[in-house]
């Protein structure tokens, strides 16, 4: 019943430290997506993989670089931290089939609450 | 490109209470709608969907209907529960069915 899986769950970094976000999901799926969150606001898409080593950036990926070498993995990596990463982290995944509808409905992991101080 | 907007929240309900959340859509085509819940202190997880016109998604006493004349997709629910506090977001899905675009999200405080 694992799922998707985020470590940490929580972290402080000092401005210019890099940190690796991990994901890791057990249900062979495809798809997967990292979102942030931000305080009021909806979830911004920074990368998506479709698969093992293809992925493409989102809405805001500056500042983020991804790998996807397995199925089961997606890291994301922060390389110099600034404030403005400051947010709650989610990866997700989804099942790629023929059907469209399948791809949206997407499975989240718990988050990773991240402070750039 | 898509969007997605939602009521601005936050809403606060009595028990009981009936629940309203709007949530309105711009899409090329027209894409399947999803409502998801977020608890407090976990990941979002799916509530309903609906893939095209006219449908009704339902979950858990949610219901929402798909209105393509409208390019609504309104959540509503007859009678809430101090357990649906949570955060709701709308999403619709890209055609391609690679990418989901999310409203705003809106807090649900329900009071005993």
């Known amino acids: 019943n694992a799922g998707v899986t985020q470590t940490p769950k929580f972290r402080i970094l000092k401005i210019g430290q890099s940190m690796t976000l991990q994901c890791t999901q057990d249900m062979n799926h495809n798809y997967m997506y990292w979102y942030r969150q931000d305080p009021g606001m909806g979830l911004k898409l920074i990368y998506y993989s479709v698969g093992a080593g293809i992925t493409d950036k989102g809405e805001v990926p500056n500042g983020y670089n991804v790998s996807r070498s397995t199925t089961e993995d997606f890291p994301l990596r922060l390389e110099l931290a600034a404030p403005s990463q400051t947010s709650v982290y989610f990866c997700?995944?989804?099942?790629?089939?023929?059907?469209?509808?399948?791809?949206?409905?997407?499975?989240f992991g718990a988050g990773t609450r991240l402070s750039v101080l | 490109g898509n969007s997605v907007t939602q009521m601005e929240g936050p809403v606060t309900l009595s028990e009981e209470a009936f629940l309203t959340i709007n949530c309105t859509y711009t899409a090329t085509g027209y894409p399947s709608l999803f409502w998801y819940v977020q608890y407090p202190g976990e990941g979002l997880q799916l509530l309903l969907k609906a893939t095209k016109a006219d449908d009704k998604g339902s979950n858990k006493g949610f219901e929402a209907t798909y209105r393509k004349e409208t390019t609504s997709f309104h959540l509503e629910k007859g009678s809430v529960q101090v357990s649906d506090s949570a955060v709701y977001f709308c999403?619709?899905?890209?055609?391609?069915?690679?990418?989901?675009?999310f409203g705003e999200g809106t807090q649900l405080t329900v009071n005993p």
């Open positions: 999403a619709g899905g890209e055609t391609s069915g690679s990418r989901l675009t």
């Open positions: 997700a995944s989804s099942y790629s089939t023929g059907q469209i509808l399948a791809k949206n409905i997407q499975y």
